[in-house]
């Protein structure tokens, strides 16, 4: 609450130094508040909501206009979310005191996803469009915590820029103690050395003939391997690009095999087989879904592309806003569930905050809170609402995937609903 009235925290947030220092109805805290509450009707409507939660005006009295909504987010800049989003895991990690890890690592996991942006003339030039649309598209990139459910880290390019460079960047927000996940579009002999030189530990899933060195193990039927890597002429090319010592290192290859009978390869850099015995690697990599779920989540429940402007700046405001409210919302339930975990523990199954109930209860309720000099009776309200809202967690259960376009995921901006 302190932090987004400071003018220091101000002043570096926004695009000129006169910006936000006149006396405004919208000023820079209540445009954070504003759009941090999920916009999902049209501005309008959401405007005529905001401000009686504020206690600044009647119901139904229109105080500020779209208009003069457009022209404040002008002078906002989104990495305003992304230092709040950086402090509130910074006080998250420090001081929440169950924190879950994999054999004492956090388990973190990088992928991408298609996001399909507003088609406007800037935001083509900068993003071009897809393959299949005419609609322009980006690649959203994120470093996710998954046993937490925390967005760590988020990078939106263009759709033609490598996975791996995304991922280079998201390891500058990993630390020592981490166990970082990847899929098979991102091995390559640089990617290992980078990260034996960062020292950050790693589990990729391999496709077959992508290392010669590989290549006997997918046809040996070993459960597990410690090979070494060495670079060749190109792989030595390709370490000199990021200045990346080539020093040949070894890494440990662990056969999974699936339900379906289909055979994955995992390679990683925990190679102490007592500690971390190949068994446990099935169950490990398995947990990788967890990130697809994130983004789920975040498209339909967070109604990502559901934006509310057509500007460039507009796109990266919403983005890093959304991912902020939903880490604050999975920090408020990982309250919750220790609360529930208490309540439920002879309960047969055990039980688990439904997330979609979660977020629903944050609307308005954010306003609340960051617009309380003391928020602690709407905070622990928020928790024991959220901790009413409960599913059993069936192990075993398992659903077909489906690849399907889900209702819900794209808003057309011209049919917003209202209230």
């Known amino acids: 609450n302190k932090l987004i009235a400071s003018p220091d925290f101000i002043a570096p947030h926004r695009h000129e130094p006169r910006d936000f220092t006149r006396e405004r109805t919208l000023t820079f805290d209540r445009l954070i508040m504003f759009l941090l509450n999920q916009i999902k009707c049209s501005l309008q409507s959401e405007l005529d909501r905001f401000f009686p939660l504020i206690n600044f005006a009647e119901a139904g009295q229109r105080i500020v206009t779209n208009a003069a909504l457009s022209k404040a987010r002008k002078k906002l800049k989104a990495s305003a979310f992304i230092e709040l989003n950086e402090q509130s895991l910074i006080t998250f990690y420090e001081d929440f005191p169950v924190q879950k890890t994999w054999h004492g690592l956090r388990l973190l996991a990088v992928d991408g996803s298609k996001v399909e942006l507003p088609n406007d003339i800037e935001i083509r030039d900068k993003f071009g469009t897809g393959k299949m649309s005419d609609c322009p598209m980006g690649l959203l990139s994120t470093l996710y915590d998954l046993n937490h459910r925390l967005w760590l880290d988020a990078d939106l390019s263009p759709i033609t820029k490598s996975e791996r460079e995304h991922a280079v960047k998201h390891l500058e927000k990993t630390k020592e103690g981490d166990l970082i996940l990847y899929d098979r579009g991102y091995p390559a002999f640089w990617f290992f050395a980078l990260h034996r030189q960062q020292e950050r530990d790693f589990c990729i899933r391999l496709q077959r003939s992508l290392f010669p060195e590989t290549d006997d193990f997918f046809n040996s039927g070993e459960s597990e391997k ?194």
């Open 226 to 419: 410690i090979i070494t890597l060495k670079a060749s002429k190109p792989r030595r090319r390709d370490c000199r690009k990021y200045s990346i010592p080539y020093h040949p290192f070894t890494i440990r290859l662990i056969r999974v095999e699936l339900d379906s009978g289909d055979i994955e390869v995992l390679a990683t850099s925990l190679l102490d087989t007592q500690q971390y015995p190949a068994e446990i690697f099935s169950d490990l990599y398995h947990k990788r879904w967890g990130h697809e779920e994130g983004y789920k989540h975040l498209k339909i429940h967070g109604e990502l592309q559901n934006w509310s402007g057509k500007k460039l700046a507009t796109v990266f405001q919403d983005l890093h806003a959304k991912l902020l409210t939903l880490n604050l919302t999975s920090m408020q339930m990982a309250v919750a569930q220790v609360r529930v975990d208490e309540r439920t523990k002879n309960r047969k199954h055990r039980y688990q905050i439904n997330r979609a109930q979660a977020l629903s209860r944050m609307k308005d309720t954010m306003i609340h809170i960051l617009n309380r000099k003391d928020p602690t009776r709407w905070i622990r309200q928020l928790i024991g609402s959220m901790a009413e809202n409960i599913n059993p967690i069936r192990p075993g259960r398992k659903f077909e995937r489906k690849h399907q376009q889900r209702a819900g995921v794209r808003v057309n901006p011209t049919y917003k609903r209202g209230w």
